[in-house]
């Protein structure tokens, strides 16, 4: 966000929530399955009887997107608590799957990304008290919060940013460790310590025509200008991947929200593109001026979820992709 419209004492005139969870002992858990493909139909067949078995997640969503190498990707998003998630996997219907050595030979790249959201390493943030994301398996929300609307108000709300500056000291340049499997159609990544995950999520299925349309003139325009840069300039911005995801309903069908996942090499890298780049710096205008013309009638919501992740609490893999896929372009 810009430093300079945000003097000392500045109000935001946007107010904010959070998600509370009242157990925090045993922590949430994202799970992202895609399938590089022309249909999703091969990951369906998985899918669909692995969703509805025994542990089944506490909230699904589809979505879909084309990436920086043209391949049109599909993919579920799926949160657990970690120990449900743990019981789910187990099942050899559901991770047998994955192994199963038929995958090499389908006419299909898969990939699995795995994050763990420990209490301490993570924080929510939306734009109205209705919960999107994780928000959705929560216990409440709370708010209007005070900590929020100037730079490093994300971090301030990460519990561990009290005793831990949560920097990575390794650069995008380091190579990733990794693991190849099946001749090296397989590949396992391990990310660096502290790599930052933000799921920030846009849904304009509620505004009434004249917002609706205002947002797709002139901030959607400029969220994709600032995604694609997030995507395509790894070396300047140390952000290894985002995809820019259209939500899909059940049937792969539009649903009118979107959102940018992001893998940065810490949070610092998406706290300095939200203040100081002007991609994110025109984002913010123009939300500012549909504020201004909108006011309390607005009905865009904007909400996201990061994790500052520890290297042990996630598993990346990559099978029969491109060698632009998420992280596999950094081993
Ligand atoms: C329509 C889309 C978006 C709008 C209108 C928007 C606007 C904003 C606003 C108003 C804030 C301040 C939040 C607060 O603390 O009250 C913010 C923070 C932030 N935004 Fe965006 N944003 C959008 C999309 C994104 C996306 C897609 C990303 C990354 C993938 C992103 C990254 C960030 C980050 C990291 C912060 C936190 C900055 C900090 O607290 O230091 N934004 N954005």
């Known amino acids: 966000m810009p430093k300079n419209i945000m003097p000392p004492g500045w109000e935001p005139p946007f107010p904010a929530w959070q998600s509370v969870w009242r157990d925090t002992n045993d922590p949430l858990l994202t799970a992202y399955f895609g399938i590089q493909a022309k249909q999703p139909a091969l990951l369906e067949h998985w899918a669909t009887p692995a969703f509805s078995s025994q542990y089944a997640p506490l ?115 380091t190579p990733l460790q990794a693991q190849a499997k099946d001749g090296g159609a397989r590949v396992l990544v391990v990310p660096p310590e502290n790599m930052c995950v933000i799921r920030s999520g846009q849904n304009w299925s509620f505004c009434e025509a004249e917002e609706k349309a205002y947002y797709l003139q002139h901030l959607y325009p400029v969220l994709l200008e600032g995604m694609h840069y997030l995507r395509d300039n790894p070396a300047e911005s140390n952000c290894y991947s985002l995809r820019f995801v259209d939500n899909k309903d059940q049937a792969w069908g539009c649903v009118e929200q979107s959102f940018g996942l992001g893998y940065s090499t810490d949070l610092y890298a998406f706290e300095n593109w939200a203040r100081d780049h002007p991609t994110h710096l025109a984002i913010f205008g123009n939300f500012m001026q549909m504020v201004e013309t909108f006011g309390e009638e607005m009905k865009l919501r904007l909400w996201h979820e990061v994790t500052v992740l520890q290297k042990d609490d996630c598993e990346f893999e990559y099978i029969g992709c491109h060698p632009k896929t998420g992280l596999l372009g950094y081993i």
């Open 59 to 173: 909230s699904l969503e589809r979505g879909s997107y084309v990436d920086q190498s043209g391949v049109k990707n599909y993919l579920y998003i799926a949160y657990w608590r970690l120990s449900e998630y743990q019981r789910w996997w187990s099942l050899e219907g559901n991770s047998g799957w994955w192994a199963n050595r038929a995958r090499l030979s389908e006419d299909a790249g898969y990939w699995r990304e795995i994050v763990v959201m420990q209490f301490d390493r993570f924080e929510t943030l939306h734009s109205v008290d209705e919960p999107h994301g994780v928000g959705v398996s929560a216990d409440g929300m709370d708010g209007p919060m005070e900590k929020h609307g100037y730079s490093g108000a994300m971090r301030d709300r990460i519990p561990l940013s009290a005793e831990d500056d949560m920097k990575e000291i390794a650069s995008i340049h």
